[in-house]
């Protein structure tokens, strides 16, 4: 109903601007084919007593100017594009299951088009990551001798990887192969002595396996114990120069589906670890080999790789190819310093991830479920066998239920979330008559897909009853769908007329306007008719042939830039295109950052790249700021997750995915360097941690961070308590010594006064009137007895 509505609404806006340029009246078209091709709002008359004053050209117009020039409602030809679909089965939400074989991730799973050049037609489809679904995982492990470190640590592997992944799918298997290179000249040691021990002489490491290319070891199985039984066993190799033949194995690794073990109703992951950069197509000319890889499975009875020595190393057009068509996801497991030349190959193959492993690849499991969580989180269409006449343009609506134009694909997902695509589907011309076509759609990594047929509506109903010889055409032409098609050397509405007539009356009809050139000057005047001229540039056309189809703006020396037709002197753009010469694309997935926000919050989307507004952004999407506001914001969660898995990233399973940045821990920060930008933030423990972040000239942000947060040391209790009973005694002491002097300061100074006093004084003591001698009187106590006589004989 709102397609129907739409339409309506732009076939009201073409008949307001008919006074104008009408595309239908003024095109060449002399058949109803050629009419349907010009415009989908135009329509054909077939009524046999229309139009016949008019040209030719009349017939063609929109529907509601030959209803109101008379023509009869069934009489006009104006097919529309329509849709039905033919396999609607329901979602599922449960994988790992009995009926696991049934299940269904994309909806509906089958459309059949019918479509009409020009004519836009679009249908909606689902699509959902069910929970408990089934896990392949191929391990590919580089054993050349500079990961032999790697080696030892991975040993375990499997019973630890089975128990984390246990707590994501209940249906595991896991497989494992190696690689190292070609062994022939350059790319390995080729003298007798180390055909058995590439390792002959050399110090470190004296003994190793000889060189292979890649070597399937154990199949794909749930039984963990036996992928550590044969990791156990494997030693490792020595090539010559520094890349390494892991194309190769990949290459292999996808295609040998029945040895490898991939099952059609799982999950396929490829883990590919290495430390070095991988050997490309051409590369294999170094050592003679000019035969390209064939992307065939070449896998002998020892489960080696039989062609390494005779085939190039496969392309990466190749390489991504055969993952899609195997359903496989590719995960580099690449060191530090590879980072960035795998990020770019990533770019190039869809459906695969890098994530940065550590030197003795102890972060191997954690990053392998950071990668699966990574994959699980996001889906991506892909389009499968796409017709080149026909145009495609997406819109997703993705958890937050916005639709987003020009975008395919969708992040940040959970497991179980239900994700919906509106696809807009053009044609831009007729192919063959009978011809049908079809394309798939599928999410990048999903067995499940959509199938999509299409057939044209560029034929009209009334050629069917197609006359020859007719007497309506003077019965020298073909009456067809009103109008005479006449045999060669004769012209006219009936075919009346024969070539190289003509009068001033046919010649004033062959003009647009009195005083312009007959036929605009670039063609004859005939019966009536302008005989437009050919022209080596394109086509002329027009009732006088004031049309052609190549004086339209071009872009970079390409007419409306390949994407669009030209019309009369204007680009009419293809899906997807926009501007008057349709160079500037609405796909906008191009702009969407790793955090998902378009040009990371700092710009707008034109013509599919970003536009940084943010003044001092820059990158492809603006994530580079610098100077930005929230620049040290943004890369504190990196520092935070990256160093000391906290933060708000630590747990929603992102951090890998959206911190690619390289973190250096120092132990002293350098803040003087030029371009450098000094942040700082206190963590939950009151300390402060401190880091610059700079952009270096090869592209990569860098994150120089101290080992540890500042922190103050914690107080020592004894030292308090001394500090305590030491400041109670100081302060004791002192007021105790204050007390002191100021009662000596008060004693002296009364002393002082006394002293005074007695110095004034004018007469001694003696010559005082009032002054007498003292005299003293003593009593004794007698003791007398009963005869009066005293006992101490005496009394005083």
Known sequence: MWRTALSCLLLEALLRCSAGLNMCTSGSATSCEECLLIHPSCAWCAQEDFGRSRTLTSRCDFSQNLRNRGCEARFIEHPTSSLLVTQNVTLSSKGSSPTHYDVVQIMPQKISLSLRPGDQTSFDLQVRQVEDYPVDLYYLMDLSLSMKDDLNTIRNLGTKLALEMGALTSNFRLGFGSFVDKNMSPFSYTAPKYQENPCNGYKLFPNCVPTFGFRHILSLTDKVDRFNEEVQKQMV?????????????????????????????????????????????????????????????????????????????????????????????????????????????????????????????????????????????????????????????????????????????????????????????????????????????KPVGFKDHLEVSVDYRCDCGCSRDAKVNSSICSSIGTYHCGTCHCDQGYLGARCECQEGD???????????????????????????????????????????????????????????????????????????????????????????????????????????????????????????????????????????????????????????????????????????EPGAVLCLYKTDDDCVMKFTYSEHSSGLSILSALKEPECGSGPDALMVLLAVVGSILLVGIVLLATWKLVITVHDRREFSRFQSARSRARYEMASNPLYKQPVSTHFVETDFDMFGKSRNGWAH
């Open 237 to 441: 190799s020595r090539n010559r120069d520094a890349p390494e033949g892991g194309f190769d194995a990949i290459l292999q690794a996808a295609v040998c589906k029945d040895k490898i073990g991939w099952r059609k109703e799982a999950y396929h992951l490829l883990v590919f670890a290495t430390d070095d950069v991988p050997h490309l197509a051409l590369d294999g000319r170094l050592g003679g080999l000019v035969q390209p890889h064939d992307g065939q499975c070449h896998l002998d009875e020892r489960n080696e790789y039989s062609a390494s020595t005779k085939m190039d190393y496969p392309s990466l057009a190749l390489l991504g190819e055969k993952l899609a068509e195997n359903n496989i996801f590719l995960i580099f497991a690449v060191t530090k310093r590879l980072y960035v030349i795998y990020k770019n190959i990533t770019m190039l193959i869809p459906g695969t991830t890098v994530e940065i492993l550590d030197q003795d690849s102890k972060n191997v499991i954690q990053l392998i479920i950071t990668a699966y969580n990574n994959i699980r989180s996001k889906v991506e269409l892909t389009v499968w066998d796409h017709p080149e006449d026909i145009s495609l343009s997406f819109t997703a609506t993705c958890q937050d239920g916005n639709p987003l134009p020009g975008l395919r694909k969708c992040a940040d997902l959970k497991i179980g979330d239900t994700v919906s695509f509106n696809v807009n589907v053009e044609a831009r011309s007729c192919p063959p008559r009978g011809t049908k076509q079809s394309f798939t759609i």
């Open 502 to 672: 003509a009068s001033s009356m046919m010649l004033s009809a062959c003009r647009e306007a009195e005083g312009k050139q007959v036929c605009s000057g670039r063609g004859e005047c005939s019966c009536n008719q302008c005989l437009c001229y050919e022209s080596e540039f394109g086509k002329i056309y027009g009732s006088f042939c004031e049309c052609d189809d190549f004086s339209c703006s071009r872009h970079k020396g390409i007419l409306c830039s390949g994407h669009g037709e030209c019309h009369c002197g204007e680009c009419k753009c293809h899906a997807g295109y926009v501007g008057d010469n349709c160079n500037c694309s609405t796909e906008t997935s191009s702009c969407i950052a790793d955090d998902g926000k378009m040009c990371s919050g700092r710009g707008r989307c034109v013509c599919g790249r970003c536009q940084c507004t943010e003044p001092g952004a820059f990158g492809e999407t603006c994530e580079k700021c610098p100077t930005c506001p929230d620049a040290c914001g943004t890369k504190r969660d990196c520092i935070e997750c990256r160093l000391f898995n906290s933060g708000r990233l630590a747990d929603n399973q992102t951090c890998q995915r959206l911190c690619k940045d390289e973190i250096i821990t120092v132990e002293t920060l350098k803040t003087d």
